[in-house]
């Protein structure tokens, strides 16, 4: 009996949050949350992300700003000894909101399956002026985009 | 909110679907049981970290090649291990271009195949890209430190062993942890909702 309170008090409680459809390709903005550097990170660390502007699908806010991403270094070269410049970049991998994983890609992302060494889904972060080490101050803007079609319950404001 | 709900829907499955015995008084009409829920979903695309165990390398490697990783991180869900750290995994090489001789760098393609808890295959996604570096536009800065030194050796594309690679589980998968292995739990996973 008590499992059938609380499964009624669980569908009471996403109905007040009905499913919104999010489709794949939906652009989301992101910032880093903290500094980067080709210095310091190598390829696979793991990049603190942001949600920067808040999800409205329908009307209905369904990522509110502020929600956790993450993304990874999918490349990063230190500067070269002859002012060649610094490169990193970053992959958007995944927003987690309502406990729920929502799977990311980069703006420039691609459907299709990638011939060798395509990057997929990336955004390059280089410095300004040449022969820096990239240097990704957190807050530094990156757009990426669902993967695939997501249900996601409304989020009440 | 989600993982509530997918919680209580698995502690809704019967314990008899399950195939194993019922651990408190569960008999037949009884209700589910509440007490210890047999069986834990682990939705499509929970990300899980995993490292590349030995260095694959494009000019030791056809496209097809499978390599090793082992799972870095653990994955909960609820409180409860599911896929413990040290777990193997395993990817393929769809793609491998040796370096040229004129300095064109070596690049690969590889994507992720399963985690093999037990006898299960926890099927994955995740495709990695690799290049080398081109010979003859940079002087390589040698990176500092341990394994990651290693890397601008050659042109070759490469995954380093102990580089992380991020996959993401390819389908709902009902796992039944009660017994001595991890299996699939017999009942479907419960619809998203």
Known sequence: MAGVAALMALAATA???????????????????????????????KVLLRVSADLV?????????????????????ERGGFGTSGRLVVRPLYLVVGGRHVRLAGHTAERARPGAGTAIGVVVLTPLISGRSAQIAAGTP???????????????? | ????????????????????????????????????????????????ELMAVA???????????????????PVMIDGRVVVPAGTP??????????????????????????????????PIEGEHSARGRGSGSVAVAMLAGGLM????????????AGELITGFVAEDMALDLTGPTPRRAAAPAPERP
């Not at chain 2, 709900?5 to 195939?19: D, K, M, V, Y």
């Not at chain 2, 651990?23 to 007490?35: E, F, I, K, W």
């Open chain 2, 55 to 73: 260095e694959v390398r494009t000019d030791r490697v056809v496209p097809g090649a499978r390599f090793r990783l082992r799972v870095h991180k």
């Open chain 1, 15 to 45: 109905d007040a949050g009905a499913p919104v459809t999010v489709p794949a390709g939906t652009p989301i903005q992101l910032e880093t949350r903290l500094p980067l550097s080709s210095k310091t990170h190598v390829k696979g660390d």
């Open chain 2, 1 to 48: 909110m989600i993982r509530m709900t997918l919680a209580a829907a698995l502690l809704a499955l019967p314990t008899a679907a399950l195939g194993q015995p019922a651990t408190a008084a569960a008999t037949d009409q009884s209700p589910p049981n509440l007490a210890q829920p047999a069986a834990v979903l682990l939705p499509r695309d929970t990300p899980i």
């Open chain 2, 149 to 160: 030194g290693l890397f601008h050796r050659g042109n070759n594309a490469k995954i380093k």
């Open chain 2, 89 to 122: 995994a395993f990817g393929r090489v769809i793609a491998a271009e040796k370096a040229g001789n004129v300095g064109k760098s070596g690049q690969m393609t590889a994507e992720l195949l399963h985690v093999a808890l037990g006898d299960l295959e926890i």
């Open chain 1, 142 to 157: 990156i757009e990426a985009t669902t993967l695939r079609d997501v249900v996601l319950p409304a989020v009440e404001p």
């Open chain 1, 57 to 77: 699908v329908g009307g209905r806010l369904v990522i509110p700003a502020g929600t956790e991403a993450v993304g990874d270094v999918s490349d990063a070269q």
